[in-house]
């Protein structure tokens, strides 16, 4: 699937709609229109994956990067040890 994704993504002119679409899940319809054009059967989702893999190719996620997707990442602003007189939360 990922080689028919990059031959489709050869046509510049779908290369453009993708680049300027408002998110992944507009692009993958994009990619997934294109492809039904062309006699492949993707659902937007598999397309989506796809991209996600094209991006991050055989990187693997660091304890970093999953904390920050789990929300587990702390803004700078927040102490990581508060006292009992401390009153004020992040950013007041």
Same mark, same amino acid.
């Given at each position: #699937?990922?080689?028919?994704?990059? @031959?489709?993504?050869?046509?510049?002119?779908?290369?453009?709609?993708?680049? @300027?679409? +408002?998110?992944? +899940?507009? @692009?993958?319809?994009?990619?997934?229109?294109?492809? +039904?054009?062309?006699?492949?059967?993707?659902?937007?989702?598999s397309?989506a994956?796809?991209? $996600? *893999?094209?991006?991050? $190719?055989?990187?693997? =996620?660091?304890?970093?990067? =999953?904390?920050?997707? @789990?929300?587990? +990442? #702390?803004? &700078?602003?927040?102490?990581?040890?508060r006292? &009992?007189?401390? *009153?004020?939360?992040?950013g007041?």
């Open positions: #699937m990922l080689e028919n994704i990059k @031959a489709l993504l050869q046509n510049t002119q779908l290369q453009q709609q993708v680049k @300027a679409a +408002a998110n992944l +899940a507009a @692009a993958s319809e994009l990619i997934t229109t294109a492809g +039904a054009q062309k006699g492949y059967s993707f659902t937007p989702e397309v994956g796809a991209i $996600g *893999k094209l991006m991050l $190719g055989d990187r693997e =996620l660091s304890e970093a990067d =999953l904390l920050s997707v @789990a929300g587990g +990442a #702390m803004p &700078a602003c927040c102490p990581v040890v006292t &009992a007189d401390s *009153k004020r939360g992040c007041g």
